[in-house]
T-cell receptor, first 112, second 115 residues
């Protein structure tokens, strides 16, 4: 069965530090991969997506993610975190049955 | 402003009562979805609709029903609410039916508490 794993429930970083959020998926074919962000009390907003081609994708707000087929991973990165990046981040995989499967999320806390 | 609206914002409901959560989008998207978000479980798909007049079951459909009479509206009904349906409910839409290819746009959510 398809699944998405975000192993880190909660991450704390200092403002200006680099960030990497982990995402691993289980899917038999090449997946369509997404990262969404949810600010407190808000709905989800798409950060970036990977369908094919270049395995390093750029998104909004200075985020990027790299698809590594050999590791079944799609980790999200940002070189310098801002206080406004504090939110919950969801990785998701799109499968060919009209479903989007979400991970359980990683809550990011940013200290000044 | 184009987007998705959900109503109510929050609701406290007695167990056994019937409740309809409303969702309206003005982007003319074909597909719409209902998710529930629970701590530690992420978002789980309840029901979806690829186009007006059609609906399908998601991962956790029991106790919920939906209808899609037109493109814009996708109400979610709890026929007889139970405490385990306490959750935050998100409506989403995407331009085409193949969710794999398209970004989903999310509403602000409805926080439902069933006592």
């Amino acid at each position: 069965a398809q699944s998405v794993t975000q192993p880190d429930i909660h991450i704390t970083v200092s403002e200006g530090a680099s960030l990497e959020l982990r995402c691993n998926y289980s899917y038999g074919a090449t997946p369509y991969l997404f990262w969404y962000v949810q600010s407190p009390g808000q709905g989800l907003q798409l950060l970036l997506k990977y369908f094919s081609g270049d395995t390093l994708v750029q998104g909004i707000k200075g985020f990027e993610a790299e698809f590594k087929r050999s590791q079944s991973s799609f980790n999200l990165r940002k070189p310098s975190v801002h206080w406004s990046d504090a939110a919950e981040y969801f990785c998701a995989v799109g499968v060919n049955t009209d479903k989007l499967i979400f991970g359980t999320g990683t809550r990011l806390q940013v200290f000044p | 402003i184009a987007g998705i609206t959900q109503a109510p914002t929050s609701q406290i409901l007695a167990a056994g009562r019937r409740m309809t959560l409303r969702c309206t989008q003005d982007m003319r998207h074909n597909a719409m979805y209902w998710y529930r978000q629970d701590l530690g479980l992420g978002l789980r798909l309840i029901h979806y609709s690829n186009t007006a007049g059609t609906t399908g079951k998601g991962e956790v459909p029991d106790g919920y029903s939906v209808s899609r009479a037109n493109t814009d509206d996708f109400p979610l009904t709890l026929a007889s609410a139970v405490p385990s349906q306490t959750s935050v409910y998100f409506c989403a839409s995407s331009p085409l039916g193949r969710v794999s290819y398209n970004e989903q746009f999310f509403g602000p959510g409805t926080r439902l508490t069933v006592l």
